[in-house]
């Protein structure tokens, strides 16, 4: 880690900037949100971008348009999220007085609140430091590091000149707090299975798939959600849950290769070996939106049913479950504790061809440590 403390007390006014991708809250708010998915490089590389990918978004808004209305017209995610940041602010003042009180702000990819919206709004409030804290717990260069990327062209826009000083929360995915939400969060659902099945049910951990590209690059997101499911497994087993299980990847979109086993392959596949009952955990989301509310309680039950499976079960997203409230709250506590460490891992490039952009924003990042560092006095 490179540490930056500042000296003396801390900084007067905190503010957590809370990035995530955002999802549409109306029908109108799903063409320009499929619009900026697929103009963005950093998720997924089409030959011709502007053109294909423009195509594709506009062929995919009835489809989507039509799945939101399932789920209730609009995505939850920013409800959950101001769920999330007010439970995790009021943890904050009670167990970090010095820095508070302390402010959240949601700065969203693809839809509003924008991350030009929030840093816009940290500026106006005088906020003096800010903790970019991604809402991504495994990193991926086409989730965090496009957050990121996106971060530092606001930056440059709204405050050239340096009035905030930020420090990064950019990945968590095996922190002790939430490896045992999730726990929580399978066992309720082992619990309802039926006894004689309750040992030997598959638990399938899906997570958002990627283009094979990206992990071809050397993006660490494969190997950090299998951390995430290995610490989970690990903490089930030593509440006696012994399952077997396997990781799973959903939400495949495009002409191009995605990582696999896509999840719903994975159910028929155990529907045809003669399971009769499924858990599904979706391992890499902390809210519910669109790929847990359709992907998996709608589409992936009505495969789950088609293939014999009888007790399909997934487990419910973190939301606002108490022990993860706790758990981002003692993230950004031990962060400002630490003294507002960068991680060493943000700040090593894939082995595979970068964009100029992540080379830009990595180095931004890189001065903001040294910038840390030099408030502290070099400790």
Not at 112 to 117: A, I, K, N, T, Y
Not at 192 to 215: D, Q
Not at 314 to 323: D, G, Q
Request: charged share 20%.
């Amino acid at each position: 880690m490179l540490a930056g403390r500042m000296a003396g007390a801390q900084p007067r006014r905190l503010g957590i900037l809370m990035m995530n991708m955002g999802g549409p809250k109306t029908q109108e708010d799903v063409a320009p949100f499929l619009s900026n998915i697929f103009r963005d490089t950093d998720i997924i590389k089409l030959p011709l971008q502007g053109v294909l990918g423009q195509l594709i978004a506009r062929r995919r808004v009835d489809k989507v348009r039509r799945q939101y209305m399932q789920i209730g017209g609009g995505s939850p995610i920013e409800k959950w999220t101001r769920l999330q940041g007010d439970g995790m602010v009021r943890a904050l003042d009670r167990a970090s007085p010095a820095t508070g009180p302390h402010r959240y702000y949601v700065g969203f990819r693809y839809t509003r609140p924008s991350m030009e919206h929030a840093v816009a709004a940290m500026l106006r409030d005088g906020i003096e430091h800010a903790v970019a804290f991604t809402q991504y717990q495994q990193f991926s260069g086409a989730t965090t590091g496009s957050n990121l990327n996106e971060l530092f062209r606001v930056q440059q826009r709204l405050d050239p000149g340096g009035r905030l000083r930020w420090s990064f929360i950019d990945r968590w995915g095996t922190h002790p707090g939430l490896v045992g939400a999730f726990a929580d969060r399978v066992e309720a659902q082992v619990a309802r299975l039926a006894e004689g099945v309750r040992g030997t049910t598959p638990i399938l951990f899906s997570a958002h798939s990627l283009p094979l590209s990206t992990v071809d690059r050397g993006d660490p997101y494969v190997a950090e959600v299998g951390g995430t499911v290995a610490y989970v497994v690990a903490e089930l087993r030593r509440r006696g849950v012994a399952n077997p299980y396997r990781l799973t990847w959903q939400s495949a979109v495009g002409p191009v290769r995605w990582l696999g086993p896509q999840t719903d392959a994975a159910i028929k596949k155990y529907g045809a070996a003669g399971y009769t009952s499924l858990i599904v955990v979706p391992i890499a989301f902390t809210s519910d939106h669109i790929e847990t509310l359709f992907e998996l309680d709608i589409e992936c039950r009505e495969v789950a049913h088609a293939a014999g499976i009888t007790q399909f079960l997934r487990a419910e997203a973190l939301n606002a479950h108490p022990p993860f409230i706790d758990a981002l709250a003692a993230l950004v506590k031990e962060h400002i504790d630490a003294g507002f460490p960068t991680s060493t891992q943000l700040l090593l490039p894939d082995p595979g061809a970068e964009s100029r952009d992540t080379l830009q924003t990595r180095q931004w990042i890189a001065d903001q440590a040294r910038r840390l560092a030099g408030d502290s006095g070099g400790q």
